[in-house]
């Protein structure tokens, strides 16, 4: 398959952790995957890791909180491949631990806002304008349960309102989409052994890439404008 037919996929924040657990399953997949980093040299060690194993990747610094680097690097991306196929919004901060809603850290909550949300949605709105030329795309937005109305509870008000915000922006852009070739989804890897969960799991983030990834390569006809976990729609 020559590089104008492979399929390209883009994720944020795929340095490591998840999103570099799923940069490796879409590439074993058979997919072009751009690894991207806010740190260059991040991206870059990754990207040389998968490429050791033979897997055609590459490299690119973006800051979601950053428009400009948003713009740069979808770009850069779209016209180097001639193509942009799939979006993982895997990018993310937690950093209100325990914080509650009555006794709110406003800077960290507008900081979290500020990625986990208007990042998100920033890389959507370049990335859905380059689908939407080949009338395909996959965009897959990694929630959180935390993020779920119908179990919410106290504590981490911030990462648990970025993630409701996230879930509805994602419901919100797949109707929009919807008949377009441009599915847009939202899925929860659940809890995994990353920085961010400080070890409170054993859970691997390659347990938590597996609906990602399925998402991601989505059969025209299988599910759309939904929200899932475990492959079955979620009703958040
Ligand atoms: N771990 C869990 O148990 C769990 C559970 C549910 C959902 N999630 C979600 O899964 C996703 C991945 O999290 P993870 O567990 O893999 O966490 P992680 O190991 O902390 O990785 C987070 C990634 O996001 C990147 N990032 C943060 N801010 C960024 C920005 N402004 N621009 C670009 N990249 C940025 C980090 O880059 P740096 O290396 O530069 O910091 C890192 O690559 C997140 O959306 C998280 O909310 C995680």
């Known amino acids: ?36 980093g806010r740190n260059q040299s991040a991206a870059e060690a990754a990207a040389a890791d998968l490429a050791k194993d033979g897997l055609s990747v590459s490299a690119h610094q973006l800051d979601i909180t950053d428009p400009a680097s948003v713009v740069h690097a979808i770009a850069s991306a779209s016209k180097r491949f001639g193509r942009l196929d799939v979006l993982v919004n895997n990018a993310g901060i937690a950093i209100d631990r325990g914080q509650l809603a009555s006794s709110p850290d406003f800077e960290k909550v ?98 938590g890439a597996d609906t990602p990834i399925w998402l991601a390569t989505l059969p025209d006809d299988g599910p759309t404008g939904g929200l899932f976990a475990d492959r079955k729609p979620l009703d958040w």
């Open 1 to 36: 398959m020559s590089m104008t037919e492979t399929k390209i996929a883009l994720i944020t924040g795929a340095n490591r952790g998840l999103g570099l657990a799923i940069g490796r399953g879409l590439a074993e997949r058979g997919l072009h995957v751009v690894l991207t």
């Open 110 to 207: 507008r900081a979290t806002l500020e990625t986990n949300i208007f990042g998100a949605w920033r890389c959507c709105a370049a990335a859905i304008a380059e689908m939407k030329r080949n009338n395909y795309g996959r965009v897959v937005n990694i929630t959180s349960h935390l993020g779920s109305l119908s179990t919410m509870a106290d504590t981490n008000v911030a990462y648990r309102v970025s993630k409701a915000g996230l879930n509805a922006l994602t419901r919100v852009l797949a109707a929009e989409l919807a008949g377009t070739g441009v599915l847009v989804n939202a899925c929860s890897p659940g809890r995994m052994n990353t920085r961010m969960a400080y070890g409170e799991t054993d859970r691997t983030p390659e347990d």
